[in-house]
């Protein structure tokens, strides 16, 4: 057991190095515990819900969001955060939704993937897709950087407008998520829980 304990402790610290080319956003650090989120939520007097999926027993997934408004420094409207064995793995920062301008959303999209391609390098389209339904339009839009192989950015914008009464609504997302990470404390796990490890 303190064996594998040290050989994960090894393992995270040669991450290390490649994580820091993509830190997650808010202050957090791959790894963190969900206390440390919950704790900056609470500074922020945000609403917190705590997901536990039947189907995945090791994910937790926190979601934070203000009654009204956006997230007080951090022009969001939604975080989503996963955690693999109580282990920040991925985090996704949300604007817009119901009630936003989504040509402005539509703008603000294409100066943070500037931005984001001029921090973490070019970023490659990843999905483009514009379909009609029941008189709905949607319309997405997606690009993505894998600066170091496992840690993954991706930035969407999504366009839903109603041809009928000419509305719209947009929503942009930023993902961040450290695949490397999780693969390391599933192993570790199974590991764990193999007849030879008792």
């Not at 991450?15 to 080319?21: K, P």
């Not at 009464?165 to 796990?189: C, G, K, T």
């Amino acid at each position: 057991m303190i064996f594998r304990i040290l050989v994960l402790v090894l393992a995270m610290a040669k991450l290390a190095s490649a994580q820091a080319v993509l830190e997650p956003p808010l202050g957090m650090k791959w790894g963190d515990r969900p206390e440390r989120l919950i704790a900056w939520a609470d500074e922020r007097k945000l609403d917190v819900s705590i997901d536990l999926p039947a189907a995945s027993p090791h994910l937790r997934v926190i979601r934070l969001r203000r009654d009204k408004g956006t997230i007080p420094g951090v022009e969001a409207s939604s975080i989503e955060a996963r955690y693999e064995d109580g282990r920040l793995i991925e985090i996704t920062v949300t604007r817009g939704g119901e009630g936003t301008d989504a040509e402005s959303l539509e703008a603000a999209f294409h100066t943070e993937r500037k931005r984001l391609a001029a921090e973490h390098g070019p970023l490659t389209a990843n999905h483009q897709e514009k379909s009609v339904s029941n008189q709905f339009s949607t319309v997405t839009t997606s690009y993505h950087r894998e600066p170091v192989r496992g840690l993954f950015l991706l930035i969407a914008f999504t366009r839903i407008e109603d041809l009928l009464r000419h509305q719209s609504e947009a929503e942009l997302s930023i993902l961040y998520r450290n695949e490397n990470l999780r693969n390391l404390i599933v192993n570790d796990r199974a590991q764990d829980t193999s007849p030879d490890s008792r």
